[in-house]
């Protein structure tokens, strides 16, 4: 597994993008350009996302774990974007959340205690085995 440079990280995590996602059910493939997580039970979202467009996907798992068809949407983050969305169970789809600028702010000042619940993303540091 590749090591991140501790400055690098330091930078990403002050300056990149998070996406929050809340109620994603466990299994479900979700995925950012060209990385894919397998869902774990404390997925949140991922954090440490580079300025600039990215694909973000994502696919429903049955109980018997077949996968349904890849749907996504294209997100432009910019320098500490947070991007709140949640899990519309009825759709089987993400679906943003409102939120004002205050509650931004807020998720902001909480990435830092809740960073271990965020997959993390960086090109040229991807551990595949990772489960969030």
Known sequence: MAVMDP?????????????IVSDVPEGTEFGIDYFSFNIGPRFKGIKMIPIGLHFIYYSAVNRGGQGAPRTGLFL?????????????????????????????DRYRQGINSHSS???????????????C
């Open 76 to 104: 432009f983050s910019k320098r500490q974007d947070v991007f709140v969305m949640r899990w519309d169970q009825t759709n089987e789809d993400v679906v943003e959340v409102d939120v004002n600028e205050e509650e931004k």
């Open 7 to 19: 400055e690098v990280a330091k930078r990403l995590h002050n300056e990149g993008a998070t996406l």
């Open 117 to 131: 619940l965020l997959g993390f993303f960086f090109p040229f540091f991807f551990n595949p085995n990772r489960t």
